[in-house]
């Protein structure tokens, strides 16, 4: 190439010959320059698409729950239902806002009593391409999961049959789940709330991100800085565990591979997966979460303590990778996770319908009584 | 009528005569009281157009505050924005719940630290066309409401300075706010904040409710025991103190202007709009709430302590107007309460913007940590 461009540059050096020379080194360093971008894309598309998957743009189907709009419809009143919590003033949506992003910006999330739970809640979206949920993996899919924070004591801290009794109080979630399950006699149950919720969670998902794009083959999806970030993730080896189609969310890992972080991040009285297999190997093991929509869910890690998506990233350098990444590799990185934020759901709020005469009313205790009238 | 029906009875005697006079009479009675009906309601229709007016298909105007399409928007994401609160857990949705009539369906409600306001969150709901906001009518319009429960230490516990920072760290509300008030140097501020949410809440109007429509001359809009509900109404002397476009909300009136109710449904430390005014006859005196929609939203009253509606109806017959309504004219009236329903706005959740590195992150105290992980 560069003998080529010289070569007709040679031809013009009579008269403005200098300039011309210059222009066409310029000329001939900017085709070869997009040559080897080109070559250096396609390379990098090669080994991202050995890694990652995209998002793609319809919900995947469920394994025993066949999804339906009569489904989707009724599990998304059900995960906007505060009446589904002992309080009646929290919901599925109370922890994993669809306005943020599908989590609650909180360490660790305030349930009933504003007690806190011990990690930070996991985004909805893209949760059902995980291979299993929560932290610790200890639910196998979303109907599984959908039934712990109803119950746990520290979330919405409600009974299987208190829900069932004020769902049954309300006439229209008779009508609703009586057509969704209408081979049922006794539709209104628990197990079919969190299957009507799994069905709608399964919807929440976040196509054509502009990573996707990218690995679709729109090179020029990504930006030069994201694009070297991209790299600098497979070559620094993020993406060893942050890989398939959630860049995570389908291996357990150690926190704290190479060196343990701190306390301050990885709490000592949280050993993770340990807790449900009880395997000395499982101590301090947490499931690797995605990185879809990161950029959205600050604070990070399953202990919420960092706010700082850059601080985040240096973090797992140091403790998984025992890279002590610099500032310029942070910093792309980063760009590059900007790039993994798709096209979040479009949410229309349902409404809620009204509860007949004579149901159950909300359990309100704990109280703290304000000191003065606020309404 | 009868007389004419008749009549032509007698014309047809021969034959099958007793039958064609058995029908006749049938019919005329049939004719006569259907004549007698569209009386009635013609009356009705009278009788309320003098005390009721529709909902209108569109928002009101708002004086100093021209609603735009950038303004409701930007006012719908601070409406559901959790990070104007102090933990970033809590937003005007979460008491004012769109997807629940616009209330908490709470006695009284849950703000930070678990703690309750003292009175029952009124309805954000038509809130537009009501003379003065809050139970005691101490702020004038929307834009004054909205700018207390943010800074109330039982509400969302913030600070105008810390929502101000907040917003100013997340870039897209710097863009917002600019093209929603271009002649301000410092658009991002607590007013402004104030003035967007008041333009977004002026568009939660529930127009089309069947009453309405019972209003604009569609005498088949109600039932007969609605209309029954409706002339009951009105004769008992409800629509004395609940009438205009939101059937309340335009006056204040001491709550037990008959006979006190018990302190469990008006305790004594709240004196309402004596707070404001100081005055010995504006003790126990509260703005008359709106009926709109009040099936929605349940418990009842500033103290929420009734949920249901035909008791909230028995005890406003007898503290009010000195009636013991039978139970046949509480159904009815309930039945009415019922038709107030409007449409309910469509509500396309904001997705809202990421926090800019650096940002400020919220204040986690008061907290009750858990006991165990939870996520």
């Known amino acids: 190439m560069m003998s080529k461009a010289l070569t007709l540059c040679r031809t013009f050096t009579v008269g403005s010959g200098a300039l011309i020379v210059t222009l066409g080194i310029v ?41 339906t709009v009569e489904k989707i419809e009724l599990g998304k009143m059900l995960f906007f239902e505060p009446r589904l919590s002992a309080s009646w003033f929290l919901s599925c949506n109370s922890c994993h806002n669809m306005a943020t992003g599908g989590v ?4 660790t999330s305030i349930g009933h009593g504003w007690h806190r739970g011990g990690r930070n809640a996991p985004t909805v979206l893209n949760s059902v391409f995980n291979f299993a949920q929560f932290w610790d993996g200890r639910a196998k899919d979303l109907m599984e999961q959908a039934q712990g924070p109803v119950q746990a004591a520290v979330e919405m801290n409600s009974k299987p049959a208190d829900v069932v009794a004020t769902l049954n109080a309300i006439p229209e979630y008779g009508r609703r789940f009586a057509a969704v399950f209408p081979d049922e006699k006794d539709a209104v149950n628990f197990q079919n709330m969190a299957r009507a919720i799994e069905a709608y969670e ?16 729109d090179k020029a999806a990504l930006t030069d800085r994201e694009k070297a970030g991209l790299g600098l993730f497979m070559e620094k080896g993020c993406a060893a565990c942050h890989n398939g189609i959630n860049l995570g969310g389908n291996s357990y890992q150690p926190f704290g591979v190479v060196e343990k972080p701190g306390a301050e991040i990885l709490p000592q009285g949280d050993p993770g997966r340990y807790q449900v297999t009880k395997t000395a190997s499982d101590e301090y093991v947490f499931k690797v979460p995605t990185l879809r929509n990161i950029t959205l869910t600050p604070p990070y890690f399953h202990s919420g303590t960092v706010w700082d998506l850059e601080q985040a990233v240096a973090v797992m350098g140091r403790s998984q990778l025992g890279a002590a990444l610099d500032d310029r590799e942070i910093a792309a990185i980063t760009d590059f996770l900007d790039s993994l934020i798709g096209e979040m759901p479009r949410t229309e709020l349902p409404v809620l319908p009204a509860i007949g005469t004579g149901g159950p009313a909300p359990h309100l205790q704990p109280v703290f009584q304000g000191l003065r009238p606020q309404n």
């Open 27 to 67: 000329a001939s360093l900017s085709v070869g320059s997009a040559r080897a971008d080109a070559a250096r894309d396609a390379a990098l598309l090669e080994q991202a698409s050995g890694l990652f998957e995209p998002i793609p743009p319809e919900p995947p189907q469920l394994p025993g729950n066949p999804l």
């Open 104 to 107: 609650d910006l909180q360490p």
């Open 202 to 217: 399964a919807t929440l998902i976040t196509p054509n991100a502009r990573f996707d794009k990218f690995l679709r083959g």
